[in-house]
């Protein structure tokens, strides 16, 4: 079964700053996909970014990057020149190759002070 | 164009009542999702479907009932509300099956309060 682990419940950066928000995750599978989900206040769930486990490249999103170890099972999400808007829960999520199902962490919130 | 709906927003509800939450996606999405998060906790799948007139249970079905009679809607059904039912529920919606393929699309959730 495959496992999502977030391990900073909380996280605040400046405005303009950098932060990163961390995730491992667990998996028997090969053929596996990684996703950031941001929800702001509106509970609306708004995919940030995504990356396919055979890619070595790390995804990038304008703002947002991925820092994609995949020996050590690890997903983090960089977030840089923060803005306010940016404030939100962030999650870190896995789906199996071929399945319909995404395995979703405990969530992140991140606080953006002005 | 305005992607997945869900109604209501919110919603108290005695012990033992019944009640439908609402969704539709105007995407011509094949498959459809419902989520259920409770506080402090990531999204659990409670059901999904495939396509109209098909159906199949995620991680965590048991209390729940759901149909799927046109691509469009997706109803979820409480028969015997319970307080470990309070919760935000996602309705979700994608073109293709698998993650691989497609991206899964979200509602605005319904918050639901059983007292």
């Known amino acids: 079964a495959q496992t999502v682990t977030q391990s900073q419940p909380e996280m605040s950066v400046q405005e303009a700053e950098t932060v990163t928000l961390s995730c491992t995750y667990d998996?028997?599978?090969?053929?596996?996909?990684l996703f950031w989900y941001k929800q702001p206040p509106s509970r609306q769930m708004i995919l940030v970014i995504r990356q396919e486990a055979y890619k070595q490249q790390n995804a990038t999103e304008n703002r947002f990057s991925v820092n994609f170890q995949k020996a050590a099972k690890s997903f983090s999400l960089k977030i840089s020149d923060s803005q306010l808007g940016d404030a939100a829960m962030y999650f870190c999520?896995?789906?199996?190759?071929?399945?319909?199902?995404?395995?979703f962490g405990k969530g992140t919130k991140l606080t953006v002070n002005p | 164009n305005a992607g997945v709906t869900q109604t209501p927003k919110f919603r108290i509800l005695k012990i033992g009542q019944s009640m439908t939450l609402q969704c539709t996606q105007d995407m011509n999405h094949n498959y459809m999702y419902w989520y259920r998060q409770d506080p402090g906790m990531g999204l659990k799948l409670i059901y999904y479907?495939?396509?109209?007139?098909?159906?199949d249970k995620g991680e965590v079905p048991n209390g729940y009932n759901v149909s799927r009679s046109t691509t469009e809607d997706f109803p979820l059904r409480l028969e015997l509300a319970a307080p470990s039912q309070t919760s935000v529920y996602f309705c979700a919606s994608s073109r293709n099956r698998d993650v691989q393929a497609d991206t899964q699309y979200f509602g605005p959730g319904t918050r639901l309060t059983v007292l």
């Open positions: 999520a896995s789906g199996q190759g071929g399945s319909e199902k995404l395995v």
């Open positions: 479907s495939v396509g109209a007139g098909i159906t």
């Open positions: 998996t028997s599978e090969s053929d596996y996909y």
